[in-house]
């Protein structure tokens, strides 16, 4: 089973979530994509509920996104299971300080309140002694939302794709959907 927790403001139906639902589809992979609460501590307890659950029946593991990889990370570790992590703000507890106020919702435009309450239930997630040791890490030196050498620098032991150029989207991950399946497969127990 795979679960993809998508990033800040996003939700179940972004575009990383439905190319990867639809691979997964298509390959008889088991998924899903949860749009989570804009609330931390909200969206982590429903990961940790579907993951328990999930572990009953079958191995579980994680695709992230930007602050869904920083979700994966703390899951990943709390439950030792594998990960994938797609630019992943590895401190979103400081990179998410410019989104405080009112934040969009990309899924109909609305907006919710971001607060420095949110940013300190972040901040409990951060495992310092978190390298990536089951880790799949995809970075685009593009990112402009996020620095990628702060990843590289926090998860050294995590297995790396690094290219050139992209965005904070990760522009055409689509090509490495069968290295991720690959890789999480590699991992399970």
């Known amino acids: 089973m795979i679960v ?7 939700h179940g139906n972004g575009s990383k979530a439905i190319a990867l639902r ?12 949860p749009s989570l609460s804009t609330i931390p501590d909200l969206a982590i307890q429903t ?11 079958e191995n579980v593991s994680l695709v992230g996104s930007s602050l869904g990889g920083y979700y994966a990370m703390y899951l990943s570790n709390k439950y030792n299971i594998p990960c994938v992590l797609i630019n992943p703000a590895v401190y979103s507890y400081k990179t998410l300080q410019r989104a405080l106020g009112a934040s969009p919702n ?4 609305s907006t919710y309140e971001w607060t420095v309450k949110h940013l300190d239930m972040l901040k409990q997630y951060d495992i310092e002694s978190y390298q990536g040791e089951n880790a799949l890490l995809l970075l685009q030196k593009g990112d402009e939302v996020l620095d990628y050498a702060e990843a ?5 032991k995590a297995h790396m794709i690094i ?14 959907f069968d290295k991720i399946v690959e890789f999480l497969n590699s991992s399970k127990k």
């Open 47 to 57: 990961v940790e509920e579907l993951i328990e659950a999930f572990q009953r029946f």
């Open 106 to 109: 990309f899924y109909d435009q």
């Open 163 to 176: 290219e050139e150029g992209g965005d904070h989207g990760f522009k055409g991950v689509e090509r490495h």
């Open 22 to 33: 639809n691979y997964c589809k298509a390959h008889t992979i088991p998924f899903i994509a």
């Open 4 to 10: 993809y927790i998508h990033g800040f403001g996003s």
């Open 152 to 156: 590289v620098a926090k998860l050294p």
